[in-house]
């Protein structure tokens, strides 16, 4: 089992910039694809990105290719989103999530996902 803790959420004006990072504690982190999952008012969880086990493969949902990145850092037990050039509707909730998979791509859908952390709330401002 492994516990995720969000981080680095807030209030900020658009087209300013956000840096979200989860923590995990338990067990291995590398064993772990990881996503970061939004939800925003009267809207379902959508992926927005995620990231492979080793940190080669990664997945951008369209709406924020070219301004969100993605890393990880296996030595630190962290992943981490970096978010520029934000938007009014980026506004969400933003999730950390862990899928305990044998495969070695990324996984986007939310069910396949097994451990969450508690979210960090994302407001943009226009």
């Known amino acids: 089992q492994v516990q995720l803790v969000e981080s680095g959420g807030g209030l900020v004006q658009a087209g300013g910039s956000l840096r979200l990072s989860c923590a995990a504690s338990?067990?291995?982190?590398?064993?772990?694809?990881m996503g970061w999952f939004r939800q925003g008012p009267g809207n379902e969880r959508e992926i927005v990105s995620a990231?492979?086990?080793?940190?080669?493969?990664?997945y951008y949902a369209d709406s924020v290719k070219g301004r969100f990145t993605i890393s990880r850092d296996n030595a630190k037990n962290t992943v981490t989103l970096q978010m520029n050039s934000l938007k009014s509707e980026d506004t969400a909730v933003y999730y950390c999530?862990?899928?305990?998979?044998?495969?070695?791509?990324?996984?986007?859908?939310?069910?396949?996902?097994?451990?969450w952390g508690q979210g960090t709330q994302v407001t943009v401002s226009s």
């Open positions: 999530a862990a899928d305990d998979t044998t495969g070695w791509g990324v996984t986007t859908s939310s069910h396949d996902y097994d451990y």
């Open positions: 990231i492979s086990k080793s940190g080669g493969v990664t």
């Open positions: 338990g067990r291995t982190f590398s064993r772990y694809v």
